[in-house]
């Protein structure tokens, strides 16, 4: 696991518990909970949960073409071609 999600996840752990690690010093750890009691994060951490968990517009293709788009401009592909050939045949 990398250790960016391993730190992550302590604190997370950390932020729902609200148990200082033991390796965090204490000035540190009153900054990440002035942080976490903040209304800006509040409102941040809120509108991710609902981004989360809503499944309207994602399509997780990270900028490619679906898989609808593909066999749309593979039809088109495909009558160009047959249309060449029709036309150079004639």
């Keep these: 696991m990398r250790g960016s999600i391993l730190m992550t996840n302590k604190l997370v752990k950390a932020r729902t518990t609200m ?3 033991y390796w965090m010093e204490d000035r540190v750890w009153e900054k990440l909970c002035e942080h976490w009691k903040s209304e800006d994060f509040k409102k941040k951490s809120a509108q991710a949960k609902t981004n ?16 609808s ?12 071609i047959i249309y060449s050939i029709v036309y150079l045949n004639t």
Excluded: D, E, F
């Design 52 to 67: 989360r968990a809503s499944s309207y517009g994602t399509s997780h293709t990270g900028g490619s073409i679906s898989a």
């Design 19 to 21: 148990l200082k690690p």
């Design 69 to 80: 788009q593909h066999r749309v401009n593979m039809v088109k592909l495909l009558l160009n």
